[in-house]
């Protein structure tokens, strides 16, 4: 069951039927997944749109990555920070997350607080302890639903191919925990997690792209769940955010999928708008 915050929540009565007016088809979508922040930079408060930015940070996390290591490969234009930005963080860290300062500074003083994890591990886990801590409801449980959905397949990938998951699992919650002490066939979630056969049983499935598309169709029912009497708030606006980013990926790799997380998409964002009328 999920509790909604007490907070004040503002209404974007407005923003919905806004996105009506955004050019969508079923062969590709005609503006990126970065352009929706744009368009949202403009049309919410200062502070939900803060909210938004958390969901692009794992394109930051990456940009981070590669720039670090020298890895070489091609600078992601959908994260918060542009490159110049970025680099000159790394150089003198001032107002980047928390999590990244700390990261550069561990990484440049050759110091990992978590050397038994790869540097990627590491700062995911600074990502997700930042995440988890977050004000707001629906940032904390959706990065707790992504970790947790990394982790179980990461204890899966662990017992088949005998791997240390002191070197594979991260973050310091309950079903992290037991992940990496449990020798079971369900990692010893048990009842801990209601959803934890769910992703069991994906996990097991062997044609790779079957998995990830399962991955997402589960994401997709879980945003549905969380927001629903979330009208036109801004947990809305960010499960439309995050379902866009799936519709972009999925018309890029299987274009018959992508079309049907796109009719999906457009149902709802059509049936929000009609309840404009009821308000």
Not at 46 to 64: G, H, R, T
């Amino acid at each position: 069951m999920f509790f909604m915050n007490l907070r004040v929540k503002r209404n974007y009565y407005c923003l919905v039927a806004g996105l009506q007016d955004i050019e969508l088809d079923t062969q590709k979508l005609l503006f990126k997944h970065e352009d929706l922040k744009e368009y949202l930079r403009h049309e919410i408060h200062s502070d939900d749109f803060a909210l938004v930015e958390k969901l692009y940070l794992p394109y930051d996390n990456s940009n981070l990555l590669n720039i670090l290591l020298k890895d070489d490969k091609p600078f992601n234009e959908k994260g918060n920070f542009s490159l110049e930005i970025m680099e000159e963080q790394i150089k003198e860290p001032s107002f980047l997350p928390r999590y990244m300062v700390r990261f550069i500074l561990a990484f440049k003083e050759k110091e990992p607080l978590y050397p038994e994890l790869s540097p990627e591990n590491e700062l995911l886990t600074f990502f997700y302890d930042e995440m988890l801590g977050d004000d707001n409801q629906f940032i904390r449980w959706w990065y707790e639903l992504i970790m947790n959905i990394r982790n179980i397949l990461a204890g899966l990938n662990c017992k088949k191919y005998s791997l240390n998951p002191e070197h594979h699992i991260i973050g310091k919650n309950e079903v992290a925990q037991s992940i990496r002490k449990s020798h079971a066939k369900d990692l010893g979630l048990g009842n801990k997690l209601d959803y934890s056969e769910d992703i069991l049983g994906i996990g097991r499935m062997d044609d790779l792209q079957e998995r990830e598309l399962a991955i997402d169709k589960f994401k997709w029912s879980y945003l549905d769940e969380f927001t629903f009497f979330e009208y036109f708030t801004i947990e809305r606006v960010m499960a439309f955010v995050l379902k866009t980013y799936m519709v972009e990926r999925w018309l890029s790799l299987d274009k018959e999928q992508g079309r049907e997380m796109f009719k999906k998409l457009i149902e709802e964002l059509q049936k929000s708008y009609g309840n404009i009328d009821e308000k």
